[in-house]
């Protein structure tokens, strides 16, 4: 085999030196700092290969999961094109049907539609219904001057995709849910650009999303965006709008065509405390008093337009297509009368309640361009709303019908100019073929049929185009989705090889090849597939997608190349024998492994993961203690069966805290809630977690040295802060203070900030910083034995047998405190838990000899899953805690406010990415063996990666298989998003922070010590 290139070991000692000029103990001492020297380049240099080589796993994974997110989420095709009145055929077409000369268009945001109905008997919900009772008051008292449907949304329900869709009147796709943080121009025709293009001003004021997309059309002296994402904060914006809108529509009036108002307090009060809470009551008080100004301001000529752009869900969050965030109400309202009704029985709340009449939110586009004088956007999907145009009687026929075929002509122009589109196939069962639908719809525009008829085949049309849209509404990359699962899949393969077939004697001479074929390949592959897309052009290439092509292929080459030149395929196929299958614990961990794998072909296993993984952990704690009385030491015995117990009551009583999914409906109750008694079980653990640790250090009497100041001093106090946040947090949200007592809001708020920014930096830098300078969890006893001679005195290492993973443990510590600090009480409790089955698990791996045992892994990962659902997360949109975000800061700011979301929705993951390293660092003496034991580390880790790609690949396949499921966006593609997050997110901690950062630190640190 060939060595490994690095430093040359000195050569051994000559213990007869002939003339030498130093006596014989000087050149010893010499050359063991010379040996001691050479180690240590020794094991830097090996350990910075492994890193390497993990980074180039992690690159690969990467790339793959890249190719597929490109392929699958959905980008729609946009047409450039732009409306215009002369293309509608009559000059005078737009102001036809524009009885306004201006319009105060007031958005607030996730106004849900029962918070404007009234709502009666034991469903009515004091906080958020019945406070905004004006709406419904002039929709019943002026009939004619007034309208209130319920505005059904498209997913994603995020406001960025709203606002799209409400003034473009297209689809949005699911890929834009990602984007709502990062909005740009858009340039797809929108009324807000037509109120521009024909010499209107339009002022703004509200959520700064608007300027972000909307921001060359708006008039730049009246325009006042406020920042949007900060969901903590109820009043900046709303009392921004209320600032300048008032002034605006007083002083000012003769400046603006169209004012906008967005308002965001009903929402940020739904994502921080719920819509069950006090503050929702206020909000909703605030918007109806507001409301009944701007109607006493308003004049004969100028509509007003109130709506809701999404709901909001039990919790108070939307992104998902539950009942509740889909349902937002709209009302319009003029001085003049101007609105009809259908039939009566179509608006009474008391008889209809849910089936109260509806329509959807792209219908907006139509009829407000219609009512404006506007030419109706190119891309619109919406219909006229009949209301808005059937008169005041409700029987102008004729009106309605010239509204709805300029929209079916309107509707057909984007047909015709689109790729997608154009080529009709889609039959429905009930309607002809659009084709043929529109011939028809010409003929009974010239014959004059009955007008009640041709407004029905105008309704038909247009219902038809939007269904036939809507299951084409997005282009699939079927070639860049089949990259991203090969390169997954082989990717998987490579770890398995790399990780558990090859022997780690073996992988540690290869490294170094691994990392100069993989870079000498990269080069070569990389200007091949240049080559191929400058000459043959394909679509599904670019320039940068032909880059990161190349780099993952050059990545495969240069570490299959020097392991197929080593061994055949039929010797590694022998080894999954003999290297992978150990004992009956293997073969339940790849049933664990298979049926995780396999829950992502059903949305109903998908939709109970939470449960199915509490059910394997508990399985694994019963068979522990079952395997515990094989050994053969009674007194191990015994502790593997209590460690057993203790690991399955861990379980189950984590396993109570629960936040439930829409689906699960009726057979889950959430708990999930900041409360009294959640706050203080962050001071209950506060004192019982680092008594907990300080027990198990004590089995290996390693609770010494830095030991009690990181545990007893450092995690107690961190803890106790974060305590004090939260109750800080509970009194100034809470019904009976506020009562009670005059809140200091400012004040508290100070104070919470100032408390979470000492916990993390404290927690991320000045601790890691001590850290880093090597503290060890040890203690020298000196003990002085005197004999008739002379006194011998002998040093007693106390702690010596874990000197590894106690010192380990400190930086998992540090890590710790930082994600406590980031989670909700009780997730913190959650957390706190999971340390102690960590813990115990290490015990368990310790006593039933499964150290490098794949069973082991996948334990470790089932619990990163279980604790991601017990700290309040689920596989969707809406489940993600946005307002952690703002812990440490009042606005958003890179990269804290990001750090903070990732560590609240991965904590479980980082944590036990980072424990990965304990399994063979935890209850070791120190070894001379260095490399060896970062050799092990490294497969522990791989094998992590294994599981994690197992999961992602099958959410993958299935999600791709699934692409046309009913629900695909809602079940799906989340979870699969999930999975590709969580393995990107493992690749990062366990290459540069586990392996490449704390185990090697650790190791290192010992030997330049000790001297091992």
């Given amino acids: 085999m060939d060595k490994v290139d690095g430093p040359k070991e000195p050569e051994e000692f000559p213990f007869v030196v002939p003339n030498s000029q130093m006596d014989q103990q000087q050149q010893y001492l010499r050359y063991m700092d010379e040996r001691h020297e050479y180690r240590n380049r020794k094991i830097k240099t090996s350990h910075g290969q492994y890193v390497k080589v993990m980074v180039l796993f992690a690159i690969l994974q990467i790339i793959g999961i890249a190719f597929f ?13 732009r409306a215009t009145c002369q293309e509608q055929q009559e000059s005078e077409t737009c102001e036809r049907f524009s009885p306004f000369k201006k319009s105060v268009v007031l958005l607030i945001d996730a106004l849900r539609f029962d918070f404007v109905i009234p709502v009666e008997g034991e469903s009515a919900d004091p906080y958020y219904h019945n406070n905004f009772p004006i709406l419904y008051e002039q929709f019943v008292k002026h009939p004619r001057n007034s309208l209130l449907l319920k505005f059904i949304a498209d997913p994603p329900t995020t406001t960025l995709q709203r606002l799209k869709g409400l003034t473009t009147g297209s689809l949005p796709t699911f890929v834009d849910a990602g984007s709502n943080f990062d909005g740009d121009t858009i340039e797809e025709d929108n009324w807000v650009s037509q109120l521009r293009d024909h010499g209107k001003n339009v002022a703004f004021v509200g959520d700064d999303t608007w300027t972000a997309l909307f921001s060359p059309f708006l008039h730049s002296n009246m325009t006042y965006p406020y920042p949007s994402l900060n969901v903590w904060d109820l009043h900046t914006v709303d009392n921004g709008v209320i600032e300048h809108l008032f002034p605006m529509m007083h002083n000012r009036s003769h400046e603006w065509d169209v004012l906008i108002g967005h308002f965001l307090g009903v929402d940020h009060c739904g994502h921080r405390y719920g819509p069950r809470h006090y503050a929702m009551k206020q909000k909703l008080n605030q918007m109806n008093n507001l409301i009944d100004q701007v109607i006493s301001l308003l004049d004969d000529d100028t509509l007003l337009v109130v709506f809701g752009d999404h709901g909001m869900d039990y919790t108070g969050n939307h992104g998902g297509e539950s009942k509740d965030e889909l349902e937002a109400a709209l009302f319009m309202y003029s001085k003049r009368k101007n609105f009809g009704r259908l039939a009566e029985e179509y608006y009474d709340v008391a008889e209809l309640g849910n089936n109260y009449r509806s329509v959807n939110q792209i219908d907006l586009v139509p009829t407000i361009s219609l009512l404006m004088g506007l030419p109706i956007p190119y891309n619109n999907l919406g219909s006229p709303i009949e209301e808005a145009f059937i008169g005041p009687d409700g029987k102008d026929q004729h009106q309605l019908a010239k509204v709805n075929f300029l929209t079916c002509q309107q509707i057909h122009r984007y047909r015709q100019h689109s790729d997608q589109l154009s080529s009709d196939t889609f039959i429905n069962s009930k309607f002809e073929e659009l084709s043929e639908h529109w011939t028809h719809l010409q003929q009974g525009k010239k014959e004059q049929l009955d007008l009640i008829k041709f407004n029905q085949q105008c309704y038909d049309y247009q219902s038809l185009s939007l269904e036939k849209c809507k299951s084409l509404w997005a282009t699939f990359d079927n070639i860049s989705i089949a990259i991203g699962i090969l390169l997954v899949t082989i990717s998987l393969l490579l770890l398995i090889i790399y990780g558990k077939l090859v022997p780690l004697v073996v992988i540690t001479q290869l490294n170094s090849q691994f990392i100069a074929t993989s870079a000498a390949m990269t080069l070569v592959h990389s200007l091949l597939v240049i080559s191929f897309t400058t000459i043959f052009k394909p679509e599904n290439l670019n320039m940068l997608w032909s880059v990161l092509l190349g780099i993952s292929l050059g990545i495969i080459n240069g570490i299959l190349a020097p392991i197929i030149d080593r061994y055949s395929v039929p010797w590694l196929l022998a080894q999954v024998r003999e290297n992978l299958i150990q004992n009956g614990w293997t073969y339940l961990a790849l049933a664990v492994v298979l049926m995780h794998s396999l829950i992502f072909t059903s949305n109903s296993f998908i939709i109970w993961e939470d449960k199915i993984v509490a059910f394997w952990l508990t399985s694994f704690g019963f068979c522990a203690f079952f395997k515990s009385f094989k050994h053969r030491n009674s007194y191990k015995q015994l502790l593997g069966a209590y460690h057993s117990i203790v690991f399955i009551l861990l379980t189950r009583i984590t396993s109570s805290i629960r936040f439930c999914r829409e689906e699960q409906g009726s057979k889950c109750l959430s708990n999930f ?3 009294w008694w959640s706050v203080g079980l962050i001071y209950v653990f506060a004192l019982l977690l680092p008594k907990m640790i300080e027990k198990f250090f004590d089995i290996t009497h390693s609770f010494h040295g830095a030991a009690p100041l990181w545990i007893s001093t450092g995690l107690k106090s961190m803890m106790l802060l974060t305590g004090l946040m939260w109750t800080l947090e509970y009194i100034e949200n809470s019904d009976y203070f506020n009562a009670q007592f005059q809140i200091p809001f400012e004040a508290f708020k100070a104070t919470r900030l100032t408390i979470a920014r000492i916990v993390m930096g404290i927690s991320l830098i000045a601790s890691n910083f001590g850290w880093f300078l090597g503290p060890l969890c040890i203690k020298i006893d000196l003990k002085s034995d005197t004999d008739s001679q002379q006194v011998l005195k002998t040093a007693n290492i106390i702690g010596y047998g874990n000197v590894y993973g106690s010192a380990y443990f400190l930086f998992v510590i540090n890590v710790l405190c930082a994600v406590l600090l980031v989670n909700k009480p009780l997730g913190i409790a959650s957390l706190a838990l999971l340390v102690n089955q960590i813990l115990t698990l290490l015990e368990l791996i310790d006593i039933l000899n499964i150290r490098t045992n794949l069973i082991s892994v996948v334990v470790m990962g ?24 703002f812990i440490v800061t009042e606005s958003i700011v890179f990269p804290f406010t990001h750090l903070c979301i990732l560590m609240d929705t991965l904590g479980p993951f980082i944590i036990v990415c980072l424990c990965i390293a304990l399994m063979c660092l935890w209850k070791i003496p120190p070894t001379s063996k260095a490399i060896s034991l970062i050799s092990k580390i490294v497969e522990n880790s791989s094998t992590l990666l294994i599981y994690q790609s197992c999961l992602t690949l099958s959410t993958l396949i299935m999600t791709n298989h699934f692409r046309r499921h009913l629900m ?12 590709g997050i969580i393995l990107i997110t493992m690749n990062v901690i366990l290459s540069l922070v586990t392996v490449g950062f704390a185990t090697g630190r650790v190791i290192k640190r010992w030997n330049q010590v000790f001297g091992t």
């Fill in 69 to 81: 997110t490109k392929g699958f989420l959905l980008s729609r095709q946009v047409l450039q094109n």
């Fill in 673 to 675: 809630e900041v409360t």
């Fill in 862 to 885: 089932l619990l990163a899953y279980l604790h991601f659902f017990t700290t309040g997360h689920q596989a969707t949109l809406q489940a993600i805690h946005w307002d952690t975000g």
């Fill in 968 to 979: 695909v966006w809602k079940i799906f593609a989340p979870r699969f998003m999930l999975n």
